[in-house]
């Protein structure tokens, strides 16, 4: 009770009556209870401005007052007064007619005093209704907190409830991912086989042509060998958003600057030529400032800005702002492309990385912006998106300051062996075996071969090899445990593997033990016997 003994010597009194003397008394008995903050109003109607200016935590008010009664005064008030604020309302009135009790009821008085009347009947009805006015003060007040607690423990739990969509879109997006992955691990390793096979023959054909006389043969080799390179890499993008950043890879300082305009040069066709072809006009804003070297593929990163201008062209139907930008930021370097176009949902934001989600209808494979993103990601970076439908979108590339790469490369792709070498090959594909020993006897090495790793180390106990050159996959015994078993026959023998999965088989883009260089399928002439040479010497 201390809290309320407070709050009632601390209550304002807010006394309407228009008896000046009538107004002293009341006043005086209040002062006698240990009420000292006390307002009195003769005229009614100043009651309204009195009560907007006091605040009152009560009001004594009189019925009968000329001009304006008392019941017209409890009207206004009351108008004022919050539906959660109750305000007690103290009716003075010498009529003790029912219907002038009733009255004063509907109209919102709390109790009455009639005239005459004692101070200690006034202190006990004060009393009473302010107690009454202090535990609903309290109880709105603790409602109040309540209600805070509430709003912020629902805040948290919508957070945490968001935490985990995103979570749950998260692991769908890694099961699909790996689902892709697997599915085409095994159309890479395929078609790269078959690549490989007639870039082979392309190979030999173009070495065995007729001299210039018959110079259209070799042409039409020659324009053979650059389309089955065009399929490789067409090919090789169907991992480029889920391979890791391989430890072979050459990341070299590069000029961002340069390669951002180079790119922009690259899609001017798309945003240029065809857009306005198509009666679309693009308008081109750029903000290119320079920035450090940025050690990178630069190929894949030229492509992958490439790619999202030719994104944000078709984003824009109607023609629009085509914004391309590269600064320094606190973390690093950030690219941003952005359009003026249709935008997109939160939907399509979300899920827009997705392999093989598309809103172009049969135009688009889905497979870009995974692609794009994999890019990203083997740069040590990140992709952002900021879009709402009608508002255009921007694709932020956020790259570290700090991003090593591995500095590990092949020979020039004209090196030789400096001798011929006596070759172990292991390849369980018969038409792409013979291929390959016709290539490497080409190059003036001698070579047996094996249609699986088991066949292989037979030949390996009967006979010392300088080099064991393998397929990763093989039935019976694959080339990881090939190469491992070849170890224990010979420790020095050096090793090349060859997959039609590329870095994709293998755990975090990492070579098998005791595998000196890893090639994928295809592979030409050249570079086979450039990876030769460099084991060799």
């Known amino acids: 009770m201390y809290a309320f003994d407070n709050y009632l010597k601390s209550a304002r009194f807010l006394v309407i009556d228009d008896e000046p003397v009538s107004a002293s008394a009341v006043e005086i008995s209040l002062a006698a209870a240990g009420q000292d903050d006390v307002r009195i109003v003769n005229d009614p109607q100043e009651a309204l401005e009195a009560f907007r200016e006091y605040r009152p935590d009560i009001i004594l008010l009189d019925i009968s007052m000329p001009v304006m009664d008392g019941f017209e005064v409890l009207e206004q008030i009351r108008s004022l007064i919050p539906p959660d604020d109750r305000i007690p309302v103290i009716v003075i009135t010498a009529d ?3 219907t002038t009790r009733r ?40 409602n109040k907190r309540l209600e805070e607690r509430v709003t ?4 948290e739990l919508e957070a945490a409830l968001n935490d985990l969509r995103q979570t749950q879109r998260q692991a769908v997006r890694e099961a699909r991912l790996h689902a892709f992955n697997e599915m ?13 096979i007639l870039m082979s023959l392309a190979d030999l054909i173009a070495r065995e042509a007729p001299p210039a006389d018959q110079s259209d043969l070799r042409t039409y080799v020659a324009t053979m060998q650059t389309v089955l390179e065009d399929a490789a890499q067409t090919i090789s993008r169907l991992h480029y958003f889920c391979r890791p950043r391989h430890d072979d890879d050459l990341y070299m300082p590069a000029d961002l600057k340069r390669l951002v305009e180079d790119a922009i040069k690259l899609a001017r066709p798309k945003w240029h030529d065809a857009a306005q072809a198509e009666g679309r006009d693009i308008e081109l804003s750029l903000d290119i ?20 201008i030719v994104n944000a062209v078709d984003a824009m139907p109607q023609g629009g702002t085509l914004s391309v930008a590269l600064e320094s930021s606190p973390v690093g370097i950030e690219i941003r492309v952005g359009d003026t176009g249709v935008g997109m949902t939160e939907e399509v934001r979300t899920r827009c990385m997705d392999p093989f989600y598309s809103t172009k209808d049969q135009a688009g494979t889905g497979l870009g912006l995974p692609m794009v993103h994999g890019i990203i990601r083997r740069h040590a970076g990140a992709l952002q998106i900021t879009s709402a439908p009608g508002e255009g979108t921007t694709f932020h590339i956020l790259l570290p300051r700090e991003n090593s790469g591995a500095e590990a490369a092949l020979p ?13 090959l292991a390849e369980d594909d018969d038409r792409l075996r013979q291929l390959i020993t016709l290539q490497m006897e080409s190059m003036g090495h ?26 990763l996959s093989m039935p019976r015994l694959n080339g990881i445990a090939l190469v491992e078993a070849a170890r224990q026959v010979t420790a020095e023998i050096p090793v090349i593997m060859l997959t039609g999965y590329g870095a994709m088989l293998l755990p975090d883009g990492e070579r098998p033990p005791g595998v000196d260089i890893l090639l994928a399928k295809p592979v030409t002439r050249d570079s086979l016997a450039a990876a030769i040479a460099s084991v060799a010497d």
């Open 103 to 142: 009255r004063a009821l509907e109209a919102g008085a709390s109790d009455f005093l009639t005239k005459p009347f004692g101070s200690t009947e006034l202190r006990l009805r004060v009393h009473n209704l302010l107690e009454t006015r202090f535990l609903h003060l309290g109880l709105r007040e603790q």
């Open 184 to 196: 085409a691990g095994g159309v890479v390793h395929d078609f790269n086989n078959v690549l490989m």
């Open 446 to 471: 001698t070579v047996e071969s094996a249609a699986d790793g088991t066949q292989a180390l037979d030949i390996l106990n009967k006979s010392s090899f300088d080099l064991i050159l393998t397929d």
């Open 412 to 424: 020039a792709a004209d090196a030789i062996a400096s001798r011929p070498l006596h070759i172990l």
């Open 289 to 308: 400032n320079r920035v450090d070297p940025f050690a990178c593929n630069a190929s894949e990163l030229r492509e992958a800005v490439f790619h999202l």
């Open 152 to 155: 912020a423990r629902t805040q």
């Open 96 to 98: 003790p007619m029912e």
